[in-house]
C-alpha cells in the first residue's frame, strides 16, 4: 500500500511538472501570477502595472535599431512612466507617418506639457479629425483644475475651450486610430516575438477619446441646443436648425468610437428638436427622419450601457474563466510548497537523502499525495481555462483577426486582480487584508516561539 502511494505521489507530481514543458501552459502560470503583483507592490499601485522586462528589453533593442514602430509600441505601453514622451517624440521623428501615435499617447497623458506641441502637429497632419481638437480642449480642462479654479468650466478659458469644442464639432469625422493601432501592435509582437499578453493587448476601456471628452462634448452640445432655442424662440428657425444639425452630425460622427455613453441624450434631443422644426415647415418626410434618428440614437445608446452594465456586475465566462484559473494558480501553489515541506522534512528526519535512509510516516505520505494530486488538478484547470485565450492571441497575432480580443481583455483584466477583489479598490483591500494577515501570523508565530522559549528556560532555571 505504501509503494503503490509513493508511485502515485511521483506519477503526479512527474505529470504536474510535464505541463511546464508546454509553452502555453508556462505562460498561463505567469499569467496566473499577475493577481500578486498589486499585493506585493502597493507602493506602485496607483502608477500602473509597471512595464515588464520583456516591455524594458524591448525598449532598449528599439532604441539600438532606431526601430519607429517599436518606438511607438512601448510609448503607448508606459502611460505611467515619464519617458514615454520621449520614445514617441523619437518613433514621429524616424517615421512621421506615425504622427498619430502623439495622439494616443497624449488621451492618456493629458498632464504632461511635453505634448502642448504635439496638437498643432497633429492638426496638420490629419486637419479633418476631430480628435486633435477634443484633446486641446482636454489639456485646458486640465490646466484649468491644476491652478485650482473651482469649476472647470470657467469664463478665464472658456474662448480658448470653445474655439477647440466648435473646431471638434465642426470636423468631418472622428478617427481614433484604433485600426492603425491594432496594425502596429501586430508588426511588433511578430517581428521581436513577444510572449507576455498583457503586453500584446492594450487596455480594452482605451477608446483613444479624452476622459474629458464626454463631458465637453456634453456641454458643449447643451451650449448648442440653448441658442438653438434662443433663435427658434426669435423665429430664426434656420438658424436654430443649424445648430441642433451640428449637435445631431457630431452625435452620428460619435456612435462608431463608443465610449461617450451619455451624449447620446444629447442627440436625440437634437433629432427631436429638428423633427419638430420639421413639422413646423410642413416638411413631413424630414420630420419622419428625424423621429426615426432619434429613436434609433436612443436604442443603441441603452444597448451600449446594458451592454457594459451586464459586461461588469454579470457572471461573464471570462470573468468566471479568469476566477478558475486565478484560483488554479493560487492552489498549484499551495500545493507545491505543501509537498515541499513534507519532502524536506522527511529528508530531515531522515538525515539524509538516500532513500533507505528515508522515514515517511502515514500521516506525512497522505498530505503528499494529496498535495501532488491537487498540484495536477490544477494544472489541469489552469491550462484548460487559458487556451482559448491564448488562441485568440495567436489568431491576432497571425491573422489580425481582432474579433475576440475584447474577451481577452475582460480575461487579463481579471487576472490581475486578486480573488475575491473586484476593480482597483477591492485589489487595493485585498493588499491591506492580504499584509494584516501576513502582520498577524507574523505576531503569532513571535508569540509562540516567545513562549517555547520561557517554558525551556524554567526547567534549566530550577535544576541550577
Known amino acids: 500500500m505504501r509503494k503503490a502511494t509513493l508511485t502515485a505521489t511521483v506519477a503526479c507530481v512527474v505529470a504536474s511538472l510535464l505541463f511546464f514543458l508546454a509553452p502555453v501552459f508556462r505562460q498561463a502560470f505567469q499569467v496566473s501570477l499577475a493577481q500578486w503583483h498589486d499585493v506585493f507592490h502597493v507602493d506602485r499601485r496607483w502608477l ?69 506641441p504635439w496638437i498643432p502637429a497633429l492638426e496638420r497632419w490629419d486637419p479633418k479629425n476631430a480628435l486633435p481638437h477634443l484633446i486641446a480642449a482636454e489639456k485646458i480642462d ?49 517581428r521581436y516575438h513577444i510572449q507576455d499578453p498583457f503586453e500584446a493587448v492594450t487596455d480594452r476601456w482605451f477608446y483613444g477619446l479624452p476622459s474629458y471628452g464626454s463631458w465637453d462634448s456634453s456641454r458643449y452640445a447643451k451650449d448648442l441646443l440653448e441658442s438653438g432655442q434662443a433663435l427658434e424662440a426669435k423665429g430664426d428657425v434656420a438658424g436654430a436648425a443649424e445648430k441642433y444639425l451640428e449637435v445631431a452630425r457630431f452625435g452620428q ?31 413631413g418626410a424630414a420630420a419622419a427622419f428625424y423621429t426615426s434618428l432619434a429613436e434609433q440614437i436612443a436604442r443603441t445608446d441603452e444597448r451600449e450601457l446594458n451592454s457594459r452594465r451586464s459586461e461588469y456586475f454579470g457572471g461573464a465566462l471570462d470573468h468566471w474563466n479568469a476566477l478558475v484559473a486565478r484560483a488554479s494558480g493560487l492552489a498549484l501553489l499551495f500545493c507545491a510548497l505543501l509537498f515541499l515541506t513534507c519532502a524536506l522534512g522527511v529528508i ?96 503569532l508565530v513571535l508569540s ?17
Request: proline share 5%; aromatic share 10%; with cysteine.
Open 142 to 190: 486640465v490646466a484649468t483644475a491644476e491652478a485650482g479654479t473651482a469649476a472647470i468650466y470657467s469664463e478665464q478659458k472658456s474662448v480658448a475651450w470653445q474655439n477647440a469644442m466648435a473646431a471638434a464639432f465642426q470636423s468631418s469625422e472622428l478617427d481614433t486610430y484604433r485600426d492603425r493601432l491594432a496594425e502596429l501592435d501586430r508588426t511588433v509582437l511578430l
Open 448 to 464: 509562540f516561539a516567545v513562549l517555547l522559549h520561557f517554558r525551556h528556560r524554567r526547567p534549566a532555571a530550577a535544576s541550577v
Open 348 to 443: 530531515v528526519r531522515g538525515g539524509s537523502m538516500k532513500p533507505n535512509s528515508l522515514v515517511v510516516s502515514p500521516l506525512t505520505l497522505g498530505v503528499g499525495l494529496s498535495s501532488a494530486i491537487g498540484a495536477l488538478l490544477s494544472s489541469v484547470m489552469l491550462y484548460a481555462s487559458y487556451q482559448p485565450y491564448s488562441q485568440i492571441l495567436q489568431r491576432f497575432t497571425v491573422s489580425g483577426d481582432k474579433g475576440q480580443i475584447p474577451e481577452l481583455g475582460r480575461y487579463l483584466e481579471d487576472m490581475q486582480l486578486p480573488i475575491g477583489a473586484r476593480g482597483y479598490l477591492g485589489a487595493s483591500e485585498a493588499a491591506f487584508h492580504f499584509w494584516c494577515g501576513v502582520t498577524v501570523l507574523c505576531v
Open 253 to 283: 460622427m460619435l456612435q462608431p468610437e463608443g465610449g461617450f455613453y451619455f451624449f447620446g441624450r444629447d442627440t436625440t434631443e437634437a433629432s427631436r428638436r429638428l423633427a419638430a422644426l420639421s413639422v413646423r415647415k410642413g416638411d
Open 48 to 116: 500602473g502595472r509597471g512595464p515588464s522586462p520583456e516591455l524594458q528589453a524591448l525598449a532598449k533593442k528599439a532604441e539600438q535599431n532606431h526601430d519607429a514602430q517599436a518606438l511607438a509600441f512601448v510609448a503607448l505601453r508606459l502611460s505611467s512612466q515619464p519617458d514615454n514622451t520621449e520614445f514617441a517624440e523619437e518613433a514621429v521623428r524616424l517615421d512621421p507617418n506615425l504622427t498619430w501615435v502623439y495622439a494616443l499617447v497624449a488621451v492618456q497623458c493629458p498632464w504632461r506639457s511635453e505634448i502642448d
